[in-house]
């Protein structure tokens, strides 16, 4: 066993969260109609300026990148349809909130199912 204290230092960064930006974690393109595509979802008090996104298969090769917003993936690498597997993303986002311009990084990844 071990003990731990943990201090708040003025040094300290806490990131920033953002209740108005929904990134899913799953999406399944099999035109069901339901969770097709992979999409980011923003709050209606949120206008966003700016959207670069990319997503890379597990190897860290580039499966998909725009600039389009709204961020639309439909689990396609050019013409083909990918296999199920685990995606990475990152997304840089410039919104305006309550007239203040402000930016985020997000990170993660999404499952592809079938």
């Not at 040094?11 to 974690?25: M, R, S």
């Not at 349809?81 to 305006?96: E, N, Q």
Request: proline share 5%; glycine share 10%.
């Amino acid at each position: 066993t071990q003990d731990v204290d943990v201090f708040e230092s003025p040094d300290c960064i806490i990131p920033e969260v953002h209740n108005d930006i929904y990134v899913p974690n799953v999406f399944s393109p099999n035109n069901d109609g339901l969770n097709d595509g992979f999409e980011i979802f923003f709050g209606s008090d949120l206008e966003v300026t700016f959207l670069d996104g990319s997503i890379f298969d597990r190897w860290g090769n580039l499966v998909y990148g725009s600039q389009e917003i709204p961020f639309q993936w439909n689990g396609f690498f050019g013409d083909e349809a990918l296999m199920p597997g685990v995606f990475a993303y990152i997304i840089k986002i410039r919104f305006l909130e309550a007239g203040i311009e402000k930016e985020v990084l997000l990170s993660g990844d999404v499952t592809l199912v079938k």
